[in-house]
């Protein structure tokens, strides 16, 4: 696994994304910490992996601007509005649903804020994933979100979708299927699919990969 993770980091370095390689989740916040200057404004995206590593507590009580989607009281008008103000906010921390081993991030949203943030608008993109995001490549990180992320969120989100049920995708089935390909309604959290390849600005996306499995 040591000789993988070394790979996919100099894969994401040779596009433009510079990454950390920490042993344990106990490395990451102290390494994120030196990534984040005092007083930057810091958005997040919705994660299992932040939540494991004790990211918003962290944001919450360091000296950082945060634009806390989670604050208590929040109305769902009002958290949608932190997430459009996280847009443009110094930095952007989140998980990526997959990394390839040719060092490119794949990522399914259902709102579509974390993609966003991903593409364009913070300065600076912290990714943070464990050693279990690592796939082969474009087609097993589709199947991963389809068979392991999709229907783990769903689970934890109480949304009553086909891969809640069954525990993958309903496309799974379907003949030649396509990546977006998927059931239909309210519940689905499978919408916007973007692939990270190659970046122009450079080091703006930091992925630091942590060895010990991490979110799903
Ligand atoms: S498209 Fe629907 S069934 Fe398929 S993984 Fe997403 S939420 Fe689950």
Do not use: H, W
């Amino acid at each position: 696994m040591n000789n993988l993770i070394t790979k996919v980091a100099e894969n994401l370095n040779k596009n433009n994304m510079e990454s950390f390689v920490v042993d344990k989740k106990e490395d990451v916040l102290p390494l994120l910490k030196t990534l984040l200057p005092d007083g930057s404004s810091v958005g997040v995206g919705g994660s299992v992996t932040l939540d494991e590593i004790g990211v918003i507590p962290f944001l919450r009580e360091g000296d950082y601007a945060f634009f806390d989607r989670y604050a208590e009281g929040l109305t769902r008008p009002e958290a949608v509005e932190v997430m459009r103000q996280a847009l443009l906010a110094d930095a952007f921390i989140t998980s990526s649903n997959a990394v390839t081993e040719k060092g490119e991030l794949y990522n399914v949203d259902g709102n579509g804020n974390r993609v966003a943030a991903l593409c364009f608008g913070p300065k600076k993109v912290i990714v943070i994933v464990g050693a279990n995001k690592i796939v082969k490549d474009l087609n097993a990180a589709e199947q991963r979100v389809k068979t392991i992320a999709a229907p783990k969120n769903c689970n934890r989100l109480g949304l009553n979708t086909p891969c809640f049920k069954t525990g993958e995708c309903v496309s799974m089935k379907m003949e030649n299927r396509e990546m977006c390909d998927g059931c239909f309604g309210d519940n689905r959290i499978c919408s916007t699919y973007v692939l990270s390849g190659y970046q122009r600005v450079k080091d703006r996306i930091k992925v630091i990969i942590c060895k010990e499995n991490l979110g799903y």
